[in-house]
């Protein structure tokens, strides 16, 4: 089984809808990430948790917001999603003191 | 805010040859860097990294060296195989204690057989 897992993979939706893109994690690590990836912009950084009761915005965290429910658990909502959060959304974990991040395989969106 | 950049967008290698993917970085307080391979439908994946105390470190087929005066990081792939085809971030530290990373745009790898 996949140590980060995103459900959904990919998701369709319509402007000024509200979705929730989640992350669960058997790593046990207590840091999670919501990333942005967009074509030719690399991975950009929305939302961290560095442990349940830890959130901090990222440089793109304007529409979105997050939820840290468990530390296995950090989920992303776009509260009324407008077409240009068209992207692919990753998720990642780390452990404290170590750089490294793992990474969930993806969830692509499209707001139409 | 500064920046990860890479030197070359593209890159197309027959099987079999050496490969090498280029990386700027601009914070000199950056300590810890990592490449990330990500092939096509799948998130990143860790190849190696490299702290600003060494120049130079190998992997399996892989190794990343680091030129601090210039602030440049590369990838060495040898004897590159079609499964190598990716594309491969850097990513560095800035140097903080909060272990966020910042990454590189990316270099699309494709290998020919």
């Known amino acids: 089984d996949a140590d980060v897992t995103q459900t959904p993979r990919n998701r369709i939706t319509k402007t000024g809808k509200r979705i929730m893109l989640e992350c669960s994690q058997t790593?046990?690590?207590?840091?999670m990430y919501w990333y942005r990836q967009d074509p030719g912009l690399g991975l950009r950084l929305i939302y961290y948790?560095?442990?349940?009761?830890?959130?901090n915005k990222g440089e793109i965290s304007d529409g979105y917001s997050v939820s840290r429910q468990a530390q296995a658990k950090f989920s992303l909502s776009l509260e009324s999603a407008i077409p240009n959060q068209t992207a692919l959304y990753f998720c990642?974990?780390?452990?404290?003191?170590?750089?490294?991040?793992?990474f969930g395989p993806g969830t692509r969106l499209t707001v139409t | 805010g500064e920046s990860v950049g890479l030197h070359l967008p593209t890159l197309s290698v027959q099987e079999g040859d050496n490969s090498i993917i280029n990386c700027a970085y601009s914070?000199?307080?950056?300590?810890?860097f990592i490449w990330y391979k990500q092939e096509s439908g799948k998130g990143p994946q860790f190849i190696i990294d490299?702290?600003?105390?060494?120049d130079k470190r190998q992997g399996q087929r892989v190794t990343v060296l680091l030129n601090k005066t210039v602030k440049h990081l590369s990838l060495q792939i040898a004897a590159t195989q079609p499964g190598d085809s990716a594309v491969y971030f850097c990513?560095?530290?800035?140097?903080?204690?909060?272990?966020?990373?910042?990454f590189g745009k990316g270099t699309l790898l494709t290998v020919n057989p």
């Open positions: 948790s560095f442990d349940v009761k830890d959130i």
């Open positions: 790593k046990g690590h207590d840091r």
């Open positions: 490299i702290r600003s105390n060494m």
């Open positions: 990513a560095e530290n800035n140097g903080g204690s909060n272990y966020k990373l910042t």
């Open positions: 914070n000199s307080a950056s300590d810890y």
């Open positions: 990642a974990t780390s452990d404290p003191g170590v750089d490294e991040q793992y």
